[in-house]
């Protein structure tokens, strides 16, 4: 098919060899790329009951057939695989260079089992696997672990890279690459460490066939055209995603305190604003895209004057600092990159750090630690990358430690998994949208804080609220085949969806086709849930969100209950 090599790369770790299989139209068509085509191998390669950390947990690896092309936001690549936050499906995706490198390889998905021997890289290109020893490489930090196994690849190598966390399999362990790019939810890390794999290099170029370039370079440039005349388009390359602390403090669904109020009295100096003042900013592109919303950083006066990062980003300042209340974007930006360089997802150490403050708090841990304090944060991180004292409890995941503690009444989380930073007891879709998301409490399966935000939907009542999301869903899964950044879904809708999918693939779809696609993929990861123990009970928040926050809002349950109802309705039909 169009769009696709037709083949996928199986590694096995244990044996050290590697193998190439054929992928067949038929599969594609039903599974075309990316989380559908990464679904489709984990349901048939994982044996019901696998655990995540296990030798025999599929880690795949998969591209979408606008991968390679010109097309703007198509650089991001999605890593498949049981979750060991939360034992069910696990996805994350990565923007970046990395992307055609992977798919340059010549396949469509990399299927890694097995576990090595000792830590080990991979180097893959089109030709093949090398399988390398990295013990030299153990405990290193993420960035000096890029940088090293790529000295002496050629410029175009890229590559993934585990951190300290990783290696001891903690499961708030993510990927990075780009340096500062994240695979970061769901304890990608672990998995990967879990099989002592310290980095994968790629060195692809081979260029794959699409159906109609013509067409693509037409539709290329309505959507640029699309993005020109879009005020959000400026307020990306100037603000980037920090945009969102204004907007959500302003309608008080900024996640403040773990939890426990929706404003941040001090939002401001963590703001946009103040990162355009006290910042040096480079906004920096995922190529090719003119959204530009990633800024190159550097902390200009105080004690980390010359810290450079890309970010900080919305949802790591909601975490290390409104749910912390960390009331300074440079310890942020220091949280941030210690973080990075540990290979532990910002979201989720910012919502343990916080727990960890309730638990000292009610007498249930002994680490000392309270609101605005970030060098005790970035020691409790450090201890979590160590499995050391309170950190070896925290990285057993937020479900799992909750119990430990006996605060699972306290602990906030859907399915092991912290939710982003939108208040759901404001946004009630946002509400919808955690519960039944097959990955957790993820706010990126169907973006749906912005159809509230921006007024598009009433975020006060539930109304149509099941039926608005499954269109965002819908639209969001086949992004995720694709693979397309979120960002362009304002440039992006059915029309233009369908013209891609034709220009690429040569599939001829209607709209109805390509909804029955996204819906049995939605499907099918509700599925592969069931089959891991995670039945309809998991569908639900935590009981805090269905009491009254600071400010008065509050879900009820009868509401959160209507909404899946219906919401299941529809995804039966």
Same mark, same amino acid.
């Given at each position: ?107 469509? $998905?990399?299927?890694?089992?097995? @576990?090595?021997?000792?830590?080990? =890289? ?67 890390? $672990?998995?990967?460490? =879990? ?10 170029? @081979? ?20 993005? @020109? ?29 773990? *939890? ?7 939002? @401001? ?45 919305? %949802? ?13 974007? %440079?310890? &942020? ?128 009542? &539930? ?30 809708? *059915?029309? %233009? ?29 509700? $599925? ?46």
């Amino acid at each position: 098919m169009k769009g696709f090599f037709n083949k996928l790369l199986r590694i096995d770790l244990t044996a050290k060899n590697f193998s190439y299989e054929s992928l067949e139209d038929a599969e594609l068509a039903k599974y075309p790329g990316g989380k559908g085509l990464g679904i489709y191998l984990l349901m048939r390669e994982n044996k019901a009951g696998v655990a995540p950390l296990s030798s025999e947990n599929s880690f795949i690896i998969a591209t979408g057939p606008l991968t390679g092309t010109n097309m703007w936001g198509r650089s991001r690549f999605g890593v498949y695989t049981k979750s060991p936050a939360t034992g069910g499906f696990g996805e994350s995706y990565c923007g970046g260079s990395l992307a055609p490198k992977i798919k340059g390889c010549g396949v469509d $998905a990399i299927i890694i089992t097995g @576990k090595a021997d000792s830590l080990s =890289s991979l180097i893959i290109d089109h030709v093949g696997v090398a399988f390398k020893e990295a013990n030299h490489l153990a405990g290193a930090e993420t960035d000096v672990t890029e940088r090293i196994l790529l000295s002496g690849q050629p410029s175009k190598a890229g590559a993934m890279v585990i951190g300290p966390a990783g290696e001891k399999q903690v499961v708030q362990a993510c990927i990075k690459s780009d340096q500062w790019r994240s695979l970061g939810r769901g304890g990608m890390g $672990a998995v990967l460490g =879990s099989k002592r794999i310290k980095g994968i290099v790629f060195i692809g170029s @081979k260029e794959c066939a699409i159906a109609d370039p013509p067409l693509l370079s037409k539709v290329t440039k309505s959507i640029a055209q699309k993005g @020109k005349e879009s005020p959000v388009t400026n307020l990306y390359k100037k603000l980037g995603t920090p945009l969102q602390v204004k907007v959500t403090n302003e309608q008080n669904c900024f996640p403040t305190g773990y *939890w426990h109020s929706g404003h941040f009295d001090k939002w @401001k100096n963590i703001s946009a604003d103040y990162m355009q003042n006290h910042f040096s900013m480079t906004p920096q592109a995922c190529p090719p895209c003119f959204l530009k919303c990633t800024k190159r950083s550097v902390v200009k006066k105080g004690k980390h004057a010359g810290l450079e990062i890309e970010g900080p980003e919305y %949802e790591t300042i909601y975490a290390l600092g409104g749910l912390n209340k960390v009331d300074s974007l %440079e310890e &942020i930006a220091w949280l941030n990159d210690v973080c990075d360089k540990l290979g532990i997802d910002t979201m989720s150490a910012g919502n343990l750090s916080a727990f960890a403050i309730e638990a000292y708090k009610a007498g249930k841990s002994d680490y000392a630690i309270d609101y605005n304090q970030p060098k005790k944060m970035a020691q409790l991180f450090k201890l979590i990358a160590k499995k050391e004292g309170i950190g070896a409890i925290l990285a057993m995941g937020i479900a799992e430690a909750s119990k430990k503690l006996n605060l699972e009444e306290m602990a906030i989380h859907v399915k092991g998994l912290e939710p982003a930073g939108f208040e759901p007891r404001v946004l009630k879709g946002m509400g919808l949208s955690y519960a039944t998301a097959a990955r957790g409490a993820c706010h990126l399966r169907g973006t749906f804080y912005k159809a509230e935000l921006s007024g598009q939907i009433d975020k006060e009542t &539930i109304t149509d609220k099941a039926k608005f999301l499954i269109d965002y869903e819908d639209r969001a899964t086949l992004f995720d085949c694709l693979i397309l950044c979120r960002f362009f879904r304002d440039f992006i809708l *059915w029309d %233009e969806l369908l013209l891609l999918f034709e220009v690429t693939t040569g599939l001829d779809l209607s709209q109805e086709k390509l909804q029955n696609i996204a819906n049995s993929i939605t499907n099918q990861t509700r $599925a592969f849930n069931l089959r891991e123990g995670l039945d309809s009970s998991f569908d639900t928040l935590p009981k805090r969100f269905f009491k009254k926050n600071q400010e008065g809002a509050r879900l009820t349950e009868d509401e959160l209950s209507q909404m899946i109802k219906e919401y299941n309705q529809l995804r039966k039909e």
